[in-house]
């Protein structure tokens, strides 16, 4: 519940941030006014001995966050994806939080499994190790199947971890909407729609049968990608609060004298990196929105293997378009162009000068491009175009947020492999093709087809759709000329007719 009850919670929060040192550094990151600071410093400065010491050798906010639990790492971590709300360089510092923490019982974790299998860990596996990884929402087990003596990784959600989270989760609601009466200038960073957004983040891991689909679903998506494999879901011992899939065997892609040992070509698995996430943040619209070294292996033959699918990254197909257009234009330098597409898509109010827009977008992009390769950084560009674009009153957009996130993670484990890689000259294949598979006229003949085909399914329809409209429109009180009314009826008529004709026209080329 979020009530009054939550400020002895916030109480300790704010105790906490005072005793950590995190306390200044979150409110100038959020850019306070007066008032949002005097009643956060009430809130904490007086109760800073109730505050959590944490551990001292991390920067004051991940300290303080790691103290307060699991949920306040969970929103840490979310936050490190929304720069636009905290400020680039306390997201740096989110990044970096551990998500090691104490394990707890095998016994514990035992029983789990039994109830919710309906059978005990010892019928199931032969092996159950202790934990191999402990973070702020679940551990995992290696273990090994007794009926076909298959080794494989058991996640298990931590005991009581949906009670705790919903409890601190209330908490952060109430102190959003303190913020937001407290700080009516606040309410430009959304700090309710940026707590929304993380609940929906949380509810999406505390049950794993969610992380279970979304793997398969990425799985499917990219079963025919060269080089690139997932560990396979076992549904028959999966369920809310336990999750089974095969054993990711390989070498961690963060080490790099493992992969040198090996015999990997580290150069070639940097490129294969970035290209990978670009195919499936623009082919399929769908990709992996966690991808650091710690979720992704080397196998043993040279496959990239990722796991780990709790954050999942999705664009629509039209923003995926843009999103191409918007780097494939800055690749060939094409500014005007870049621009254009901006208020296309209406990122950027009609009302601004695209030409001045072109220019300033100029100046993002001609710097970058006189960098030497190694210094040519696509995630520095998105940032920078971020900043531009919101100088020219572009909303935020949480999907091209996590996007970008992602694009700089992804590019630091490529450098990491390869400090000489060229992002550009990788990236530009991939864009390319998409180019080509989905602005092209190919794509233009299909999105006919399918607006074709909605028409046609609607066809027997039409009639009774016109008809209810124009009874509608005569019931009601006139709002246009008699003629625009009967103009209006006879485009509508004459698209829906023209549609049907141009499916059994595209029907009968294509089929």
């Not at 306390?23 to 809130?43: N, Q």
């Not at 299998?117 to 929402?137: H, K, M, N, Q, Y």
């Not at 707590?195 to 049950?207: C, K, N, R, S, Y």
Request: aromatic share 8%; glycine share 8%.
């Amino acid at each position: 519940m979020r009530g009054p009850h939550n400020i002895w919670r916030l109480i300790v929060t704010g105790a906490t941030l005072e005793r950590t040192g995190a306390m200044g550094i979150v409110l100038d990151a959020m850019e306070a006014p007066r008032s949002l600071r005097i009643a956060a410093r009430t809130l904490g400065w007086p109760f800073k001995w109730l505050g959590y010491k944490g551990d001292v050798n991390m920067p004051p906010a991940p300290r303080a966050l790691t103290a307060l639990g699991p949920a306040y790492i969970k929103l840490g971590q979310v936050l490190s994806t929304r720069p636009d709300v905290i400020g680039e360089e306390l997201a740096a510092q989110m990044r970096v939080l551990q998500d090691k923490l104490p394990p707890f019982p095998i016994e514990v974790a035992k029983a789990t499994v039994a109830q919710e299998l309906g059978r005990s860990a010892d019928e199931v596996f032969t092996e159950f190790s202790e934990p191999v990884a402990a973070a702020s929402i679940a551990q995992v087990h290696q273990a090994t199947i007794a009926s076909t003596g298959e080794v494989v990784a058991v996640k298990v959600l931590r005991p009581g971890i949906e009670k705790a989270f919903q409890k601190d989760i209330d908490a952060f609601y109430f102190g959003a909407q303190m913020v937001e009466m407290l700080s009516p200038s606040s309410r430009r960073l959304r700090p309710m729609d940026v707590i929304t957004h993380f609940e929906g983040v949380v509810l999406g891991e505390l049950d794993l049968r969610l992380e279970s689909a979304a793997a398969s679903e990425f799985a499917s998506n990219t079963s025919e990608d060269a080089g690139f494999s997932l560990p396979a879901i076992k549904w028959d011992l999966s369920a809310r609060r336990v999750m089974t899939l095969g054993w990711a065997d390989g070498v961690a892609l963060g080490d790099n004298d493992a992969i040198d040992s090996a015999g990997h070509d580290r150069t070639k698995l940097a490129a294969r990196v970035l290209e990978l996430f670009l195919q499936h943040a623009l082919r399929d619209g769908y990709f992996h929105a966690d991808m650091h070294q710690g979720n992704l292996k080397v196998a043993p033959n040279g496959d990239i293997i990722a796991y780990d699918f709790g954050i999942m990254g999705h664009i629509d197909e039209y923003t995926r378009r843009v999103y191409a257009e918007i780097l494939f234009g800055f690749i060939r330098r094409d500014y005007k162009r870049v621009a254009e597409v901006h208020f296309e898509a209406g990122y950027v109010p009609a009302n601004q000068d695209v030409e001045e827009f072109a220019r300033a977008l100029r100046a993002v992009g001609e710097p970058i491009f006189g960098m030497d390769a190694t210094r040519i950084s696509m995630g520095s560009l998105l940032s920078y175009l971020f900043d531009v674009t919101e100088r020219f009153g572009m909303e935020t957009r949480t999907e091209l947020i996590l996007l970008q996130r992602t694009m700089v993670v992804v590019e630091g484990v490529a450098r990491s492999l390869d400090p000489h890689m060229n992002i550009w000259q990788v990236a530009q294949p991939v864009v390319e093709d998409y180019i080509k598979g989905s602005i092209g006229p190919v794509a233009v003949g299909r999105d006919l087809a399918k607006t074709a085909k909605v028409l046609a399914r609607f066809g027997p329809r039409l009639p009774g759709l016109v008809e209810a409209a124009l009874i509608r429109q005569s019931q009601e009180a006139p709002t246009h000329s008699p003629s625009k009314t009967r103009s209006r009826s006879l485009w509508f008529l004459s698209g829906a007719t023209a549609g049907v004709v141009l499916f059994v026209l595209i029907e009968s080329l294509w089929f």
